[in-house]
């Protein structure tokens, strides 16, 4: 997942196979330092995009209040 294609539902459905994988013992020990990575990974992008948005939204809803 490149930065300029980011998407939201994309991340939120790597991040829950993942975990799925963790839970169910499906990740080899070799493998699941890098799957962790991912997901502190993904999770930063998805709090970022949250923030980013919510910005959005309120700069959109302080126009509307002028």
Do not use: P
Not at 16 to 23: D, F, S
């Amino acid at each position: 997942m490149t930065k300029k294609s980011f998407s939201y539902n994309e991340a939120i459905q790597e991040i829950e196979e993942i975990l799925y994988e963790v839970e169910n013992n499906k990740v080899d020990i070799d493998r699941l330092s890098d799957k962790v990575k991912r997901v502190s990974f993904l999770i930063n992008a998805c709090k970022n995009k949250l923030l980013k948005t919510e910005e959005q939204i309120n700069k959109i809803l302080d126009n509307d209040n002028e």
